[in-house]
């Protein structure tokens, strides 16, 4: 087998290279040989990175996914299970193949001798750095079941807070772009047949609207195909944007802004950072530390920088509140909340505290979103066929009254 070493010389000079070994045990002896002092040595990962992430592209690695997979570890280590039989165990049960190629790696490594952590960092993409902050730190303290289940734990917390908000947002969203196809293809397909019906009789005194509208429906019988594209591109462009570092960023603050939703996003921001903070704190983690990991999983700039500024704040001797206090993101609640964790000492059950009011909150807003849109949506698709009916319809119906 390949092992892939990183090591350092007898004066300090830092090497990485590649070394053919029968185990991990025997390439580390190599380097020995040659007067090098082993950092990291681990097995050659061979294909993984091209069809691993074809895989996750095409299956996805939910966060449910994960919270069974170390429920089920967590409970095989509590009984006794060494790990790498345990990593053997569950991996014949993963349904999600690209979670099972991991596993079956991740337990080749730890049976090498490889700390589960170190192995589980070797995939940043499945397991983030605070799930391998918590289990380095369980596997230092000996309590790596607890940290385990704490993961499982937190991730199922997780996945529900998502499920919610996605079955929320999914109604609205449906209806509206069900809306827009069928008024797409209504107005080039649909409107201009019946315009010709008014047009046919050469009506002298056409209503403006009326007129305004039959333009539009000729209009779009003839550059539909232009409109397309355009709609397209805008939609591919804005996209693109988003997904760039400048575009990601703006989009972040913009998120904190919106109408309703953007009372959404705040509290989901302060949950997911409640949650994961508290996590790290109870799993011994360093308060910096936890928070310069936290900040990396919060995902939004705006809570990213101002988490970084806690951070920075406390390793100059600062209190986390202080900055907190000068966000206008952040509710008064949250930052009397980590006052008092401070000067109790128990910032992490406080911050727990913190996460679980935030996500029944989130859960009632969801709810009375759902309710709430469902009245506008309908007003909404109504202007739209009262427009069609007065512009169009009710024109025709004159016309046809005249003729009887």
């Given amino acids: 087998m390949r092992f892939v070493f990183k090591a350092r010389t007898q004066e300090g000079e830092v090497r990485e290279g590649i070394v053919e070994a029968v185990d991990r045990a025997a390439a580390i002896a190599v380097l020995q040989r040659e007067h090098l002092i082993p950092i990291t040595?681990?097995?050659?990962?061979?294909?993984?990175?091209?069809?691993?992430?074809?895989?996750?592209?095409?299956?996805?690695l939910s966060q449910k996914d994960l919270s069974i997979f170390f429920r089920e570890l967590a409970t095989l280590i509590h009984a006794k299970v060494p790990i790498v039989q345990a990593l053997r165990?569950?991996?014949?049960?993963?349904?999600?193949?690209?979670?099972?190629?991991?596993?079956?790696?991740?337990?080749t490594d730890v049976a090498d001798g490889m700390a589960l952590s170190d192995a589980l960092a070797q995939y940043p993409k499945a397991f983030s750095n605070l799930i391998v902050s918590v289990i380095r730190a369980g596997e230092t303290s000996g309590n790596l079941d607890n940290s385990i289940m704490f993961i499982s734990e937190s991730l199922q917390r997780s996945y529900q807070l998502s499920a919610r908000i996605r079955s929320a947002l999914f109604y609205p969203m449906f209806v509206l772009v069900t809306a827009g196809v069928i008024g797409f293809l209504t107005v080039t397909f649909i409107l201009p047949k019946l315009t010709q019906v008014i047009k046919d009789f050469d009506i002298p005194d056409i209503p403006w609207y009326t007129t305004a509208v039959m333009a539009f429906g000729d209009f779009m019988a003839a550059y539909w195909w232009a409109v397309l594209l355009v709609i397209v591109g805008i939609v591919a462009a804005l996209w693109y944007y988003i997904n760039t570092e400048g575009g990601r960023q703006e989009w972040d603050h913009?998120?904190?802004?919106?109408?309703?939703?953007?009372?959404?996003?705040?509290?989901?921001?302060?949950?997911?950072?409640?949650?994961?903070?508290?996590?790290?704190?109870?799993?011994?983690?360093?308060?910096?530390?936890a928070l310069y990991t936290v900040a990396d999983v919060v995902d939004n700039v705006v809570y990213k920088n101002l988490i970084i500024r806690a951070a920075e704040e406390v390793k100059a001797g600062g209190a986390m509140s202080t900055v907190f206090a000068q966000e206008?993101?952040?509710?008064?609640?949250?930052?009397?909340?980590?006052?008092?964790?401070?000067d109790t000492g128990k910032i992490d059950e406080t911050l727990k505290n913190v996460g679980e009011f935030y996500e029944e909150e989130i859960a009632v807003m969801t709810r009375n979103l759902t309710t709430m849109l469902e009245p506008v949506l309908i007003v909404f698709l109504g202007i739209g066929v009262a427009i069609l009916v007065i512009s169009i319809l009710l024109p025709i119906y004159n016309i046809a009254g005249g003729i009887s």
Avoid at 45 to 50: V, W
Avoid at 269 to 279: E, G, K, P, T, V
């Fill in 89 to 107: 165990a569950i991996h014949g049960q993963i349904d999600n193949r690209y979670l099972r190629f991991i596993i079956k790696d991740v337990a």
């Fill in 328 to 342: 206008e993101s952040v509710s008064p609640m949250v930052v009397r909340m980590i006052k008092i964790g401070e």
């Fill in 41 to 60: 040595v681990h097995r050659e990962k061979t294909g993984l990175t091209l069809f691993g992430d074809v895989r996750r592209s095409w299956e996805g």
């Fill in 254 to 289: 913009v998120k904190l802004q919106l109408p309703v939703f953007g009372k959404l996003f705040r509290m989901i921001y302060m949950a997911r950072f409640a949650q994961n903070f508290s996590l790290l704190m109870a799993g011994g983690i360093p308060i910096v530390k």
